[in-house]
């Protein structure tokens, strides 16, 4: 956006410090002033959710690790001391377990909230790369503090999908003992996962910031996909969307709270407050609910170099999506025919997650591979031959018109007074 | 065309996972039973009374095998579990022998119990539990209605909670003569129940008999009773927090609920100034 306000500090002292670091001035034009088109809809809120969920994944996380003991002797009882004998430690910790839970709940809709309204075209498709890779070091942040309570799928999780990584020709072996520091997991990797999970958080706010800066040089993009064309499609971000953003989160929070209070294990797995056992395998290892697609997917292709290059590569394609998406239109609501592939994709991401839950025996499988084909082809065959084929509804010229269209709508249907 | 083909694709994938859902599910362990516990639902509370008579039962019968090593005995009179007075928490510690020390001349020594002591093991290590039980570990039961689920099924879960406390029911009353076509392979010292997770074969044989512990309080004490009250007191064990926990989730939802309402009506009022 090229319109700058300007910012004059009212003060003498005030302007003796934005002459020497003029951050104010800077709050002013990129939070309070930030032009930000008038229609966005609730599903475009889940940004401010994601960055409050980070906070609270870092805060509370600082806390815990206060408290808790890197060793693999001592890390379950040390969360047990948390549950038992800190000062509100039970509360939080099932804040920062179900937070991760929550974190992937708005990720997973601000995602698809872009695939539908094609918010990775250009110019945004740098915007749309990192926050590729911010998933991808979500998901790794994840995996590792799961891995911390040491409990028993703490452990058999992590063997698991660190052995993925010896399916890899040649160097898979060496790669694996590099990454345990030692021939199984055992203490050297428990307290690498401990340092790592306690790094990548501060990795991710740099992420985030940089995924905010590239969204502030294009501005957001909106339900209709049509460009900011003046000042009429705009409002200032202060008062107008820390307000809607703002309920949007507290009504977020209602359903963490939900899970914090009332349901604080049901996102998790009973045998996790069994402590890890080495000579004991769990009859079923299954990640946490968030990363069941890429699991199913893993496990339904039968060769396991090309499982783990399938479940890889079904989120780096992820990266591709601005260039495989051949179509002008923007957004989805304009696409009928891209609607209905939109939601049979979604459909299916949620089938692999059910699947990546069940045992990998019999129909699952053969399941999990009608899906996994599905996946990919959505991405490599669908979408680019929907762009050239598909005729999609008229655009209308800019958000204001689309904004009187829709409030004219309202108008009529309401019986004459 | 297209809604036509997305749905029979659908239907097709899912009739696929269901039937072999179905199929998987015939071998599977059998559901816990349902049992309604005080402590349920967003206000529940757990019954004293029932949570001394469940210490009762596991001193008098668990505690001969199982560990309870995450508790100390202090917790005993703490808020939100049995709530012993801090005297009769005193009086039941002193009655264990706890080994100290060492002293100043480098010897350890036993001395009574004190509230500050952990509970005090049945066994000193692994090896001589296994030894005293056949081979079998009795695993430490100090979070055992948390690390076990009564039930799957992500509605069920949702519904009726993970169903801890209903697994370690259904295990103590669900001793059963074994079927006949499953008697052939069944293990030496071994008893059949279908409630247990690892696979039918339990090595604990069945624990508790009608009117073993007498209560202090008079309640009925079959077998069913005890084991009511003996696995209420192990979610008390796993889960010492749950009341404060229940309580504060209350306030919290409450207090989000009224900022929500304000958040929306200031959203409203401001919104209203421009067409959108």
């Known amino acids: 956006m090229s319109e700058h306000t300007v910012y004059e500090p009212k003060s003498a002292l005030g302007r003796w410090f934005e002459e020497r670091l003029p951050i104010l001035g800077f709050v002013k034009t990129h939070v309070l002033d930030y032009p930000t088109p008038k229609n966005l809809n609730y599903w475009w809120t889940f940004g401010g959710i994601l960055t409050a969920m980070l906070a609270i994944q870092i805060v509370s996380g600082i806390t815990l690790a206060m408290h808790y003991t890197p060793h693999t002797s001592m890390a379950f009882d040390s969360v047990e001391h948390i549950m038992r004998d800190v000062n509100y430690g039970w509360l939080i910790r099932y804040v920062h377990s179900n937070g991760a839970s929550m974190f992937f709940i708005a990720v997973y809709i601000h995602m698809f909230r872009g695939m539908y309204y094609g918010s990775y075209k250009a110019p945004r498709e740098v915007l749309w790369m990192i926050g590729v890779i911010i998933y991808l070091v979500m998901m790794a942040t994840g995996f590792m503090g799961y891995v911390l309570p040491w409990g028993q799928m703490s452990f058999w999780g992590a063997k698991v999908i660190t052995n993925l990584f010896s399916a890899l020709p040649f160097i898979g072996e060496p790669l694996v003992t590099w990454l345990w520091g030692g021939f199984s997991v055992d203490n050297p990797t428990l307290n690498r996962f401990y340092a790592l999970h306690y790094l990548l958080p501060f990795v991710l706010a740099g992420l985030v910031v940089l995924h905010i800066w590239a969204l502030h040089v294009p501005g957001n993009s909106n339900p209709t996909g049509v460009s900011v064309k003046s000042t009429q499609d705009v409002v200032a971000f202060h008062p107008y969307y820390t307000l809607k953003d703002g309920f949007a989160l507290i009504v977020f929070m209602l359903l963490f709270a939900f899970f914090v209070f009332y349901a604080p294990n049901y996102l998790g797995h009973a045998i996790n407050s069994d402590p890890a056992n080495p000579l004991a395998t769990p009859a079923h290892i299954v990640p946490e609910w968030y990363y069941l697609p890429f699991y199913a997917i893993l496990r339904g292709i039968p060769h396991k170099l090309l499982g783990v290059v399938a479940m890889f590569g079904s989120i780096f394609l992820l990266f591709a999506l601005p260039w495989l998406d051949t179509s002008k239109v923007r957004s989805g609501a304009y696409r009928p025919v891209f609607k209905q592939f939109f939601w049979l994709f979604a459909i299916v991401c949620i089938g692999l997650g059910y699947l990546g839950s069940k045992p990998p025996e019999g129909g699952y499988v053969i399941a999990a591979r009608i899906l996994t084909a599905y996946y990919f082809l959505h991405f490599l065959v669908i979408l680019p031959l929907l762009g050239l084929l598909e005729k999609p509804k008229p655009v209308p010229s800019s958000i204001s018109e689309s904004v009187l269209a829709k409030n004219s709508r309202r108008l009529a249907a309401q019986p004459a007074e | ?276």
């Open chain 2, 1 to 276: 065309m297209m809604k036509l083909t997305t749905a029979i694709a659908f239907s097709a994938a899912f009739i696929l996972a269901a039937g072999f859902s179905q199929s998987v599910r015939a071998a599977e362990v059998r559901f816990a039973k349902d049992v309604d516990y005080s402590f349920e639902g967003p206000f529940g509370k757990f019954d004293r009374a029932q949570l001394q008579r469940g210490y009762k039962v596991y001193k008098e019968v668990c505690s001969n095998c199982h560990s309870m090593r995450l508790l100390y005995l202090r917790n005993l009179a703490e808020p939100g579990g049995p709530e012993f007075t801090e005297e009769q928490v005193r009086a039941l510690a002193a009655s264990f022998q706890v080994q100290d020390g060492p002293d100043q001349s480098g010897e350890m020594f036993t001395r009574p119990g004190l509230p500050s002591d952990r509970f005090p093991s049945p066994f000193p290590n692994e090896q001589a539990a296994r030894a005293a039980n056949g081979g079998a570990y009795p695993t430490d039961l100090s979070l055992i209605t948390k690390a076990r689920a009564g039930w799957t099924g992500t509605f069920r879960q949702l519904a009726k909670g993970l169903g801890g406390s209903e697994y370690v029911y259904s295990v103590l009353t669900g001793y059963e003569p074994e079927p006949s076509e499953l008697a052939a392979e069944k293990p030496p010292g071994k008893y059949y129940n279908p409630y247990y997770t690892n696979g039918h074969w339990i090595g604990m044989p069945p624990p508790l008999s009608d009117g073993q512990v007498t209560f202090d309080d008079g309640a009925p004490n079959t077998a069913s009773d005890m084991a009511r009250d003996v696995s209420a007191f192990l979610a008390w064990t796993a889960e010492p927090k749950l009341e404060a926990r229940k309580a504060l989730g209350f306030q919290v939802v409450i207090y989000l609920i009224v900022l929500a309402v304000l958040l929306y009506i200031c959203k409203e009022r401001i919104w209203s100034r421009i067409e959108h």
